[in-house]
DNA sequence: GTTAGCACTCTTCATCAGCGAGTGCTAAAT
DNA sequence: ATTTAGCACTCGCTGATGAAGAGTGCTAAC
């Protein structure tokens, strides 16, 4: 167990080096307003601090660093969420309030004053698709072998879609097929929607429609898309303003990985709701060695819906971040409720 | 004028510091196979080429680097065109080839193909609205208060868009608006559309619509989407692969250019038709003075759709780059032709 | 228990010499 | 008149050296 003095020193030392970016040396330690003691003190339970697993010396005549240990015990134990201040909390609202016909442009929107106020790379994963169910799916047809699929879930989301169309559909055809959709899916989770088709779908299609191969090759194809969410990005290269990130190999690693939504989808997905925060290799993911990636949810009526996260250095700030994320998240449950109720 | 001499050596020192991102010195020049000088005699006309402003020196002590002018010089008259070899023509044509039920398909892939091809960064801009005419406006409504709006353009490219919706409009005064909407500007390009709503529609719906006002705003929204083209990526940071890159500062300030995406499309936009190289300044923006762009365009019944771009160093592998891009923009383009023509 | 003092460690920065690559000039060779 | 060999010179790069500075860890005094 820490005493009182290890701890005050331990949170002068993230402090100061979240700022700062530099080794903290047992002086500037000292000089600290809410810290009484000399230097040769701090030395000491610096010492201390490292052999716990606290701290350490990038070498021996440097200052201390904090360890993701100790990272992870601040975050745990030490840091006061700092207050937002009106601005941030205006910004917030004036970029959340502005109308939206779009669950993406909300989502979107989310992204860009995330990265903006934090001014690290933020990632907002768009609605996933486990929870929601099917409400009404249609066919249009464009021209006469393409239509546009339109699907909606029962959480408003509205996702359109061209496709390739099986030729010569006569017109009643379509309304059949459709009416047939909509009667066996309406209800369905988006995620067994494909199941469901080759299930029970299939062969009754085979009863009304000619071109029933490339319908359910269609279908398929629609349905198959929808499975995994979009992702937003919001401030892609914030993160090379980081001191930590000046090497253009590292960065170009981290780059990499934003090039692929997937990835990105499941290294940032959450599995718990609320707050989550993974520190260097907690994040299980060699080019996030020395990152910290901060994640909470947004839901709808009690569903969860998405993800909003930040991907920063382990050096990271961690009070503001925190509230930011929290008032964030919260704000857009708030908004996508008021919204999905207007309707 | 050049001797012939002359054009040889320019020839050897940008082939060879386009391969080997290093100074070249005229021992170097003179080992090539295709040159029979000694070093002293290169150095002499090194030495000349330098002053009519072909080549520079970083300094005094190394070896010469082509200057712009030399650049620009040496894809005027001196490159000679690189065949495709085997392998890259089937990149192309198996990546081209696969089914595609849309238009932002078969860019998408050709984004790609094109960066993993050349390993700089490509930038393909979608169909730009300039010359397209709208062929038919679709809405649907989705819930009381949203709709798929649907535009079909005469090149066969399919837009779809959720957008607010008038409340209670009645099922038979929809159907009038599309009809009236459909009637009126069929035929008109899409970046009239604006003025057109304005000027002619909005006060026939007036007569027709309950909630005009809305409903115009709708329209106006979905309109203005329409007018800037896409923008898809391949490779974003494989520029960091070059050399010449290896500056975090440097790096940032353009890859923040790609997450404007107006700006990219404004900046790669070619109003010349067919293969256009603009070298270091040419390019007329500070961020891209030691950046080559190379675009061409690619076009469906000989009417212009878009354009296919490249970002490198100005130390290109231009006989290559210029060869995948003519062969791709051709290949675009006709197989967007055989696309169209099948519906 | 706390702190002052001090020797010690290690990085950083500037300086300097030596090396090597490359040039530019001159004089010789073709 | 060209071309080339030879050589002095330039300049960046590398590695060694040393002084400065920041910080530690230990000891002894408070």
């Known amino acids: 167990m820490l005493t009182e ?39 000491n339970e610096m010492s201390d601090l490292e052999e716990l697993g606290f701290l350490e010396k990038p070498h021996s005549s440097a200052g ?12 745990d134990h030490l840091l006061s969420p700092s207050e937002l201040t009106k601005g941030e909390m205006s910004d917030i609202q004036t970029v959340l309030d502005s109308r939206f016909n779009e669950f993406e442009q909300l989502i979107k929107q989310s992204a860009k004053v995330l990265s903006s106020l934090t001014s690290y790379t933020s990632i ?75 299930a029970e779908i299939s062969s009754l299609l085979k009863r009304y429609v000619n071109q029933y191969e490339s319908m359910i090759q269609m279908l398929g194809d629609v ?68 990152c910290t990636i901060i994640t909470a949810t947004y839901s709808l009526d009690g569903k969860h819906m998405g993800t909003v996260g930040i991907l920063g250095p382990t050096r990271m700030e961690y009070p503001r971040v925190i509230s930011i994320m929290d008032y964030l998240s919260k704000d857009m449950t708030k908004i996508l409720t008021a919204w999905h109720q207007k309707k």
Chains 1, 2 share one sequence.
Request: net charge negative; proline share 5%.
């Open 5 to 43: 003095r290890q701890l005050l020193i331990l949170k002068a030392i993230v402090d100061d080096y979240i700022t700062n970016a530099e080794p903290v040396g047992s002086r500037s330690v000292s000089k600290r307003d809410e810290v009484s003691y000399s230097p040769a003190t701090i030395r």
């Open 64 to 75: 201390r660093i904090p360890s993701q240990k100790g990272y992870r015990y601040y975050v």
């Open 124 to 198: 907002v994963l768009g609605p996933e698709v486990f929870e929601s169910t099917l409400k009404q799916i249609q066919l249009i047809p464009i021209s006469n072998n393409q239509a546009v699929a339109i699907i909606v879930t029962d959480t408003g989301h509205v996702e359109n879609q061209t496709v390739q169309f099986p030729g010569d559909l006569k017109g009643e055809e379509l309304e059949k097929v459709v009416n047939i959709l909509n009667e066996k899916l309406r209800g369905v989770p988006l995620v067994q929607l494909q199941e469901k088709l080759s």
């Open 223 to 290: 349905f198959h898309t929808h499975q995994s969410g979009k992702v937003f990005y919001g401030g892609k290269t914030n993160i090379l303003a980081q001191p930590e990130f000046n090497n253009v190999e590292r960065v170009r690693n981290i780059l990499n990985i934003f090039e692929e939504d997937n990835l990105v989808s499941k290294l940032f997905r959450s599995e718990d709701r609320g707050l989550t925060i993974k520190i260097g290799e907690e994040n299980r993911f060699e080019p996030f060695d020395e």
